[in-house]
């Protein structure tokens, strides 16, 4: 039986589940949301704010599988199985470590039925991973570009999309995710999109 925790979302990613981490505890989110940049997307963290407002009860779950997650490899009874078709991997937190990140991989290849649209600002764990390890054929991988108004075309290495913030009034024509749900667009979590390049404004 599984202990990890599988995220029922809202809002524009309703009817979608997910699987989290804990922003507040975890050392890079840390560090990124305290950078001193104003153009950098982590100071304006919706997770940060979430989790210290209206979603604090959330929180307990979360850290559970930051330290169930980052601590030990899962055992084939201890991953979950995803019922859904699509599966994100953190709409909450990032990746805590190299155990964590091969747990990751391993409930996603515990999933064949399953596509797993992966964020990560970790280009350099990822590679490091994917390096000595094969890349399941079911996951998504989208470099989640730290910096505003700076957008990236080319995906870093492994990596199959990359989503971009940019200010409300920067590369209006290009801005692709526009406030609908991802359930009714899909460019994220459909393997062979010729998308490759996402654009949003910030919030």
């Known amino acids: 039986m599984s202990n990890v925790h599988v995220s029922k979302l809202s809002g524009k990613l309703k009817e979608f589940v997910a699987i989290n ?3 507040l505890s975890n050392p890079f989110c840390i560090k990124m949301h305290k950078a001193n940049k ?4 982590c100071t304006k963290c919706y997770s940060y704010n979430m989790l210290e ?4 009860n959330t929180i307990p779950a979360l850290e559970r599988n930051s330290k169930l997650l980052s601590t030990t490899i899962l055992t084939e009874d ?3 199985t995803i019922k859904k078709p699509v599966c994100r ?3 909450h937190g990032e990746i805590v470590n190299y155990i964590y990140l091969k747990n990751i991989i391993n409930i996603i290849n515990h999933n064949p ?3 797993f649209g992966f964020w990560s600002k970790q280009k350099g764990l990822i590679k490091r991973y994917f390096d000595n390890h094969p890349k399941p054929s079911n996951v998504i991988m989208v470099y989640s570009n730290p910096i505003i108004d700076k957008v990236l075309n080319t995906p870093p290495i492994y990596f199959d ?3 971009n913030n940019v200010s409300r009034d920067q590369y209006t024509e290009e801005q692709n995710c526009t406030g609908q749900k991802c359930k009714d667009c899909m460019i994220c979590y459909t393997l062979d ?3 490759t390049t996402i654009i949003e404004a910030v919030k």
């Not at 104003?38 to 997307?41: E, L, R």
């Not at 407002?53 to 604090?56: A, G, I, K, L, P």
């Open 53 to 56: 407002t209206f979603r604090q």
């Open 113 to 115: 039925n399953c596509v």
């Open 38 to 41: 104003k153009n950098v997307i």
């Open 89 to 91: 991997i953190s709409a």
């Open 161 to 163: 999309r990359v989503f």
């Open 78 to 80: 201890e991953l979950p």
């Open 21 to 23: 981490s804990n922003t």
């Open 193 to 195: 999109h010729p998308t």
